[in-house]
DNA sequence: CGTCTCTTTGACAGCATTCAACGTGTGTGG
DNA sequence: CCACACACGTTGAATGCTGTCAAAGAGACG
């Protein structure tokens, strides 16, 4: 556990930089307005204990989530697609670091939108629900992490992802290896391993390291009983 | 991880079956009558799927909520103690099973102080406080899971659970060896070898088994750098 | 004092990691 | 158009951490 050292320092992105648009509007859901802005690839959105002063919606692109140890290891807590929301917390402060996955499009709201909810402005529903579904998301992986070999979780995360890809059989991975990695609480050369015996199998097929077909999505989803 | 089956399904607690006294009080914080229960040690308070017609408080004893897997792997989300709430859903069905550690006092509310808040009465303040505490420790927990090693774990668990014993450097455990292991990931041989290892190290001493005295809370700290 | 549960310890196996080398794909410049 | 660099991904070999299987120790309780 001691050698990732270096090398995972390396991957610790680049300060914040936001291109921020000046463009605003009006969003229905939450009743408040939000400006849009633009992140490219691996470029921090905000970093772990940076003031929570907005949070944000994903418009394109994906986004992840993350927290990292001091010796550069990192857990990937969620990633999130177009029309999620992300970044909100209770604290002053960003609980989490969320960064770019691919080039993103985002929305970002006033903090003060949340507070407001408190008590007992409009939009509390809506964060109640987004509040309750982390939570049991964040539950559901922390069995996974926990408790799931790395076939299973490899598994479960095409399965995840093809759900989420409008259960499309064909996922497209904007993610590198080392993210699915960092999600899934395992090493770069143990998802390949992975996916290649997966590949070998018969339950997937990869054209493409980052196209993967779910031969016999019965069979991943069974790897989950 | 196939041999875990039989021997873990014996761990699988009885139905529920809460012994629910008659008495009713009033809660200043909630501003909503709940009923007093007591649940004996190891009874199911309840079930993973179960309708969630009821939150709960813990008034004596502690609590653990935990996710199982259909071969009988478990995992802990967390220990609840005097003042924690928990069992708060979204949903209608719970989605974590909850138990008793020790033998248990509760006060259980009604659902619907919930759903009251949720559109704007009374407590959603302090709902919302909950969830994103609970969001924030459960990301924590991931983190633990995913990316630290035996020995940060139970240091970890064992900071934290002198954390919350008011600061004092013994701690009384709860919980068995079983419990801790599928708390933190792991098996129970492996939590006993490492609490040994800590002893034979001098971080700690176990006068007993459920009493383990924080000889060097900086080093136990610091393995979680 | 025996029984039962919980805990500890030992020996061994196996899965995931580590370290290292080799492919593969893409973009750039000659 | 090809050569090269570079990042990303795959594969192999060996180590090691944690799990598995087994047995013995320690308390609690009747």
Redesign the pocket.
């Known amino acids: ?4 050292l270096a ?1 995972r320092l390396d ?1 610790i992105p680049t300060p914040p930089l936001l291109q921020a648009k000046t463009s605003e509007e009006g969003d229905a859901g939450l009743g408040a307005a939000g400006s849009v802005l633009h992140v490219a690839q ?1 470029r921090e959105i905000y970093a772990e204990g940076a003031a929570a002063s907005a949070f944000y919606k994903v418009v394109a692109g994906i986004v992840r989530t993350c927290k990292f140890l001091s010796d550069g290891r990192r857990q990937i807590d969620a990633f999130y697609r177009a029309g999620d929301l992300f970044g909100i917390e209770g604290d002053a402060q960003h609980s989490l670091s969320a960064e770019a996955v691919s080039d993103c499009t985002l929305i970002a709201y006033r903090r003060r939108c949340v507070d407001a909810a408190r008590t007992g402005g409009a939009g509390v529903d809506q964060l109640f629900d987004h509040l309750l579904r982390r939570l049991a998301q964040t539950q559901d992986h922390a069995l996974l992490l926990g408790r ?6 490899v598994a479960a995360f095409l399965v995840d992802w093809a759900d989420q890809s409008a259960g499309r059989k064909v996922v497209s ?1 904007a ?7 960092d999600y899934l ?13 997966l ?2 199998d018969g339950l997937i097929d ?1 054209p ?3 196209q993967i077909r779910l031969a016999d999505l019965q069979a991943l989803r069974d790897l989950n009983a």
């Open positions: 556990m001691g050698g990732q090398y991957r691996d799931r070999s790395a076939l299973e979780k991975l993610m590198t290896r080392q993210d699915i990695a609480g395992l090493t770069i050369e143990t998802v390949s391993r992975t996916l290649s015996q590949e070998r990869m493409t390291a980052r």
